[in-house]
């Protein structure tokens, strides 16, 4: 395979979308031709920038019946996902350079797409004393987080995003103010006191942005949030990025496509972290995506057995598959209107490139050739159990969905075709 | 005549199913109060009653409306037994469902889960209580106790009092009596409010005496101990002082108001005790009877909806 033509090219770079083809050679994009070139003909389908999905948790080590390896590449790719950048939340956590290790090998194996692993930042993701950084670094972190543990303890946060700015490392965090959210599995509001479940105010996440801006703000630490869920928390991080802090947010496709009210009675494949939030809330994010205030958009991608999801609300796991079923979540927000493929390119490719300093995310001469095809039209019924990850739970289950990736390839390689 | 499997929550019930169960309550309650009591109604029937939270009053007010029908009643204290040794709600269920009960009475510390449980039997099931959620037969319990001392069930006015935030009886309450066209107000301290629970149809208020103004009814919750202390409410002495029922800040209700309490009472926190014995206001006695009759008439007509039955 030599030249992808007549296709719509994907730019988020330029923010164009383009009649053309690719010619690839050796794994990278090699020239950009007319779309009448010789070559795999793509149908005059989209092809784009494969994504980069921040934020991918897989069950390995620990929790392989959930997640491998095997499985999560196979729906990464049949996703469009080239680059999974992996969560540290495993049994036992990433926090040595040992596991980090063992990690990258396992994943180099048997993944047929990127993975780009982040390592815990505090020893056993304790929030108390922090991890190996600099040895992390060196084996092959990406960036650092505790996943959904924030450190609670602000002095304690504030030596590590001082030490961490030192060694150059990103510093991912999870704005839920910890006591705010403690036991609580929705957001407060008529349906959660209807329902009768635990809540907690979309207030706990603009309290600790704030706590965590001012730390930053101290520090100058590289900082993302890794998920901005609510319409009280954007002006903190407005006023951040004005003030010219190293910044930037995430939000995942769930919190961009579903609110509150999808819980219904009482689903638990609708438990995610933060909690699903109001309509209104879910619009502005959109919003801010749109505007580029709200950087990168990820999966979440959090496998879940049957089992952890077939009990009472309160007591069931949270989390939802959601590297294969991203790319159709979100042409519901560019069928919608709301923004343009470019500018949902720019959240689900470019910006998480750039923010990992990536060449992926474009279609330059010279840039790796990830690349996703799809068709942005084709019209489906979700099945869940058709999905590839180990895991099948996803809150889409049963819904009418648009959107099919036909191929995915890495490094030029074709990795998926439908 | 009553389209339901189960009773899982007031806010399934339409207001004929309300009144058909309040009728039929009433008629049991009648029986009730007679010395020989026993109807075959539930007859061959087999009832288990499945507390996964200890109550012994909503437990032995269920075992006698099942044997005062006929059924024959287990109780299974399941604190004690399985789920301690790891096995799921569903699998418990499943257990449970095989041994081919007709009614499953299920009390359970988180809201919903009951309504999980339903899904995988076979058999009717009665909700008793699930977390802060619902409570349909103590709704119902004191909707027969209103109606059968007010004469009416519709144009009253309700202040509901205490502890909202935590309580599954005000929960099934407001929606039971907002569905037969009362006013309720809910009254206590914004710390024991539920967020945006003054969107869902009733008036909200932290003052007492604003709150008992006019009120036909007055219903008391009962406050936790552990909310007691400093968490939720400066003190119990505090407490009483402000939301405390007592003579002076009843006397801003109508004069023939009844005070209602679900029980157990803390007396001296939420209500003075004088006043809970007070047989010219205070009705709490008769809904612990008319518990009984309202949870007859539901198993019956839950029983006639039964597979095979005359539905």
Redesign the interface.
């Known amino acids: 395979m030599s030249v992808l033509s007549n296709a719509l090219l994907i730019d988020p770079e330029t923010g164009t979308e383009t009649r053309g083809s690719l010619r690839i050679e050796d794994g990278r994009i090699a020239e950009i031709l007319p779309a009448d070139a010789d070559g795999i003909d793509c149908g005059g389908k989209c092809l784009a920038p494969g994504i980069i999905d921040i934020g991918v948790k897989i069950g390995e080590p620990g929790e392989r019946h959930k997640e491998s390896f095997r499985t999560a590449g196979l729906a990464a790719a049949a996703g469009g996902v080239t680059t999974m950048v992996t969560r540290p939340d495993t049994t036992p956590a990433i926090d040595t350079p040992e596991i980090l290790d063992f990690f990258i090998r396992r994943a180099r194996e048997i993944s047929p797409v990127n993975v780009l692993p982040m390592a815990a930042l505090t020893k056993c993701r304790n929030g108390v004393e922090m991890a190996e950084i600099g040895f992390l670094q060196d084996t092959g972190a990406v960036a650092f987080t505790d996943a959904d543990r924030p450190v609670a303890n602000p002095k304690i946060l504030q030596r590590i995003l001082t030490y961490a700015n030192a060694s150059g490392a990103l510093v991912m965090a999870h704005v839920q103010q910890p006591d705010m959210s403690k036991d609580a599995v929705i957001t407060?509001?008529?349906?959660?006191?209807?329902?009768?479940?635990p809540?907690v105010?979309p207030m706990a996440e603009r309290m600790q942005l704030e706590r965590d801006m001012a730390l930053v703000e101290m520090t100058g630490a590289k900082y993302h949030a890794d998920q901005i869920t609510c319409r009280a928390a954007l002006p903190v991080l407005e006023q951040a990025k004005a003030k010219g802090l190293n910044v930037t947010a995430g939000v995942s496709i769930h919190h961009l496509t579903l609110n509150e009210f999808d819980i219904e009675?009482?689903r638990t494949f609708f438990k995610v972290k933060p909690p699903l939030r109001a309509e209104n809330d879910r619009i502005a994010v959109v919003e801010a995506v749109a505007s580029g205030l709200i950087d990168i958009v990820s999966s979440m991608h959090t496998p879940q057995d049957e089992?952890s999801k077939?009990?009472?609300?309160?007591?069931a796991a949270s989390g939802a598959v959601g590297l294969q079923t991203m790319l159709p979540a979100l042409m519901q927000l560019v069928h919608g209107g709301y923004m343009s493929l470019p500018t949902l390119w720019r959240a689900i490719s470019l910006n998480p490139a750039k923010l990992l300093g990536l060449e992926a995310g474009r279609l330059v001469v010279g840039a790796p050739a990830d690349l996703v095809l799809f068709d942005m039209d084709a019209p489906f019924i979700m099945d869940r159990f058709k999905l590839l990850s180990k895991s099948k739970n996803t809150p889409f289950d049963g819904r009418r969905m648009q959107g099919r990736v036909l191929r995915t390839f890495v490094a030029g390689e074709q990795v998926y075709e439908r | 005549m009553f389209p339901h499997r189960h009773l899982l929550g007031i806010?399934q019930l339409s207001q004929t199913d309300i009144v058909t169960i309040l009728d039929l309550a009433e008629k049991y309650a009648s029986l009730n109060r007679q010395q020989h009591k026993h109807l075959d109604v539930l007859s061959g029937l087999t009832q288990i009653n499945m507390f996964f939270e200890n109550s012994t009053r909503t437990q032995t007010s269920f075992e006698i409306a099942g044997k005062r029908l006929g059924a024959d009643v287990m109780n299974m204290a399941m604190q004690a037994s399985s789920i301690k040794k790891g096995e799921?709600?569903?699998d418990t269920a499943l257990t449970l469902n095989a041994m081919h009960p007709d009614l499953l009475v299920v009390r359970?510390p988180?809201?919903?889960?009951v309504?999980?449980l339903a899904e995988k039997v076979n058999c009717a099931v009665l909700n008793a209580g699930?977390?802060?959620?619902?409570h349909p037969t103590q709704a119902l319990l004191d909707a027969l106790t209103i109606r059968r001392s007010k004469g009416r069930l519709h144009r009253l006015t309700i202040a509901i009092c205490g502890d909202i935030a935590h309580s599954?009886v005000a929960?099934s309450n407001m929606f039971l009596l907002g569905k037969m066209e009362n006013r309720v107000r809910l009254v206590g301290p914004k710390t024991l409010m539920?967020?945006?629970?003054d969107?869902?149809g009733v008036e909200v208020t932290d003052n007492m005496t604003e709150g008992l103004e006019g009120a036909d009814v007055v219903m008391m919750l009962r406050l936790q101990k552990e909310r007691m202390d400093g968490g939720f409410i400066p003190s119990e002495r505090e407490y009483y002082h402000r939301w405390g029922l007592d003579a002076a800040k009843l006397s801003k209700a109508k004069p023939d108001a009844i005070v209602m309490h679900p029980g157990p009472m803390n007396r001296g926190v939420e209500i003075d005790g004088t006043l809970a014995d007070d047989i010219n206001r205070s009705v709490i006695q008769e809904q612990v009877e008319m518990g009984v009759a309202v949870r007859m008439a539901v198993m019956d007509l839950l029983a006639r909806n039964l597979q095979g039955g005359a539905a």
Do not use: C, M, N
Request: hydrophobic share 30%.
């Open positions: 407060s509001g008529p349906f959660a006191t209807k329902l009768g479940l809540a105010s009675d009482y089992e077939r009990l009472p609300f309160e007591e | 806010e799921t709600l569903i359970h988180h809201s919903g889960a309504q999980l699930d977390g802060r959620h619902e599954r929960r539920p967020s945006g629970v969107k869902l």
